[in-house]
């Protein structure tokens, strides 16, 4: 007899901004479009509902016995690496024989990457322009060394690919030493005779952080400012791989409670 298939559950941190879980709606609704039969299911850390542990006492009270819990994160920081799994613990506490597996993270990836070209090209830019434009990366920021290295790398490795420059900043105002606010990257590009910038947000859903960006893209005359990534297809796909991987034993981890 065929287990159930484990249902995917897209944790996102939630937001204030009713915009944020608009997207995580949209981009779940994507994820089913493209698997038939997934039962996906989001939750949020604070500010939305429902919330992390609310969805899975549901899921549990119907009778679910597997989750795969797909933290959505561009990064691994404190989120992925403490609130997370500490919220899924406790929940599979609650419920002996709930068995509760940690995807990856989504980044970094190649589809981030092709995804935020989507969103550069869906703003203007042609695929012809790229020798002529210097790329402003601009994230939402973090404190732990491990996503700041990760994001410096991927703007490392976007700039062999054809652009004339890609710089890595953060809109956090608590940016890490030695990285630029955005309007900060966009006016250094500028300085340095680069004739066309634009500004890719390496965020997924819109809030106060994607509004700064916004804000010092347009206040530094960045000539595009793509859209946040929202629900693209390369987004969803990549929900689905990081599902596939935590289903074959690749994600970060197993969280279920083995004793009552």
Not at 195 to 209: C, D, K, Q, S
């Amino acid at each position: 007899m065929t287990s159930p298939t484990p249902t995917l559950l897209v944790i996102a941190h939630g937001s204030r901004d009713p915009r944020h879980a608009a997207t995580v709606a949209a981009l779940c609704a994507r994820a089913r479009s493209l698997r038939a039969g997934l039962r996906v299911e989001a939750a949020f850390l604070d500010f939305n509902a429902p919330r992390v542990g609310q969805v899975l006492d549901r899921l549990a009270a119907e009778g679910a016995h597997d989750i795969v819990a797909l933290p959505l994160l561009l990064t691994r920081a404190f989120h992925a690496k403490a609130d997370i799994p500490a919220v899924l613990r406790e929940a599979a506490a609650r419920h002996l024989g709930l068995r509760v597996r940690q995807a990856e993270v989504l980044g970094p990836s190649p589809l981030l990457t092709r995804a935020l070209e989507r969103r550069l090209y869906e703003a203007g830019l042609r695929p012809g322009d790229r020798r002529s434009t210097g790329v402003v990366l601009a994230s939402a920021g973090s404190t732990d060394p491990e996503a700041i290295a990760v994001i410096a790398e991927i703007a490392r490795e976007w700039r062999h690919t054809g652009w004339c420059a890609v710089r890595p900043a953060f809109a956090s105002a608590a940016f890490p030493a030695g990285f630029p606010r955005t309007e900060d990257a966009v006016r250094a590009l500028r300085a340095e005779g680069v004739r066309r910038v634009a500004v890719a947000p390496y965020v997924i859903a819109p809030g106060r952080l994607p509004d700064r960006i916004a804000h010092g893209a347009r206040d530094a005359g960045a000539d595009v400012l793509a859209g946040v990534l929202g629900p693209a297809p390369e987004l969803a796909r990549l929900l689905l791989r990081r599902y596939d991987e935590a289903r074959a034993g690749a994600g970060a981890g197993e969280l279920t409670a083995l004793t009552a």
